[in-house]
């Protein structure tokens, strides 16, 4: 009987922390709506949020708001800024946004290694010391896109009056 309880204590503690560990990965709620409501979000946990066609044209994204595997599938944040943002851990999340439009976006040092960022609209943005190793860019439009310093997918630095293009 004593086996039992301990047993059975042990499952509802295993229960307990699972509970929380996945709540500890979760968006926080008031921030999203936050965002949805003023396009106002510095330094928010967005991870895991589905953010699919949302209008964010102009969001402020900055102060490393975590936006891992937040999906963006088509989300339009075309002239957001989007400096330091967490857009990677693509070993433990997976960071859709295929299709969206962040043109004109500033993604200064923005860590997006493993983003999967095919057929994204990146025309103009700023993405001075973005970190891009391991990301998906198949059909993305980098027109204009300012890569100095740029990690680039297979983790060599873009040099300087690199635009359009990573030169190496």
């Known amino acids: 009987m004593k086996g039992l309880k301990v047993l059975f204590g042990l499952i509802v503690a295993v229960a307990g922390f699972s ?3 996945a709540q500890a990965w979760a968006f926080n709620a008031e921030q999203l ?4 409501l003023t396009k106002q979000c510095q330094g928010c946990d ?9 209008r964010l044209q102009g969001a402020d994204l900055t102060g490393q708001t975590d936006l891992s ?3 963006l599938n088509r ?12 857009l990677n851990y693509a070993e433990m999340y997976d960071v859709h946004m295929s299709g969206a439009d962040l043109s004109n976006a500033v993604l200064q040092s923005a860590k997006m290694s493993g983003a999967d960022l095919k057929s994204a609209k990146l025309n103009n943005a700023d993405l001075y010391r973005a970190n891009l190793s391991g990301a998906k860019l198949d059909n993305a439009d980098l027109t204009g896109a300012l890569l100095d310093g740029a990690t680039w997918t297979d983790g060599s630095k873009c040099k300087d009056g690199s635009v359009g293009k990573c030169i190496k």
Do not use: F, M, W
């Not at 709506?33 to 949805?36: G, P, S, V, Y």
């Not at 967005?46 to 949302?54: I, K, M, Q």
């Not at 989300?75 to 967490?86: D, F, G, I, M, Q």
């Open 19 to 21: 509970v929380l560990a």
């Open 33 to 36: 709506a936050k965002l949805k």
């Open 46 to 54: 967005l991870t895991d949020a589905d953010l699919s066609d949302a």
């Open 69 to 71: 595997g937040a999906k």
């Open 75 to 86: 989300t339009y944040l075309s002239n957001a800024r989007l400096n330091n943002a967490l």
